[in-house]
């Protein structure tokens, strides 16, 4: 599977972002997807997954309630809808499949079989 995603930007904090990841190469609907950050001097962490059928899906604490992860299988994309943006939210984000027919948790627990390229989003002050 090949991942990319784009959607990045600046934007002010209060703002909201739309970051898509397009899927090529294999069924999309035989992988859970995720999403992971990585901010200057951090280390890369998990924010968003989605099931298969993206009936389910689980968030970071940071961003419960702010961030939404969605998937249409259909057009082989999933995505981070981001609302109410934080200056801490600022990073590379990329997308993250699973092992295939692997279930939701091991994209939570980064057990990922393949990586996109990030995509920078910064918000400022």
């Known amino acids: 599977v090949q991942l990319q995603a784009f959607g990045g930007g600046l934007v002010q904090a209060g703002g909201s972002l739309r970051l898509s990841c397009a899927a090529s190469?294999?069924?999309?609907?035989?992988?859970?997807c995720g999403w992971f950050r990585q901010a200057p001097g951090k280390e890369r962490e998990f924010v968003a997954a989605?099931?298969?059928?993206?009936?389910?899906?689980f968030y970071a604490d940071s961003v419960n309630g702010r961030f939404t992860i969605s998937r249409d299988n259909a057009e082989n994309t999933v995505y981070l809808q981001m609302n109410s943006l934080k200056p801490e939210d600022t990073a590379v984000y990329y997308c993250?499949?699973?092992?295939?027919?692997?279930?939701?948790?091991?994209?939570?627990?980064?057990?990922?079989?393949?990586w996109g390229k990030g995509t920078l989003v910064t918000v400022s002050s």
């Open positions: 993250a499949a699973g092992p295939r027919y692997a279930a939701q948790i091991s994209v939570i627990r980064g057990e990922i079989e393949y």
């Open positions: 989605v099931s298969w059928s993206g009936g389910s899906t």
């Open positions: 190469g294999s069924t999309f609907s035989d992988y859970a």
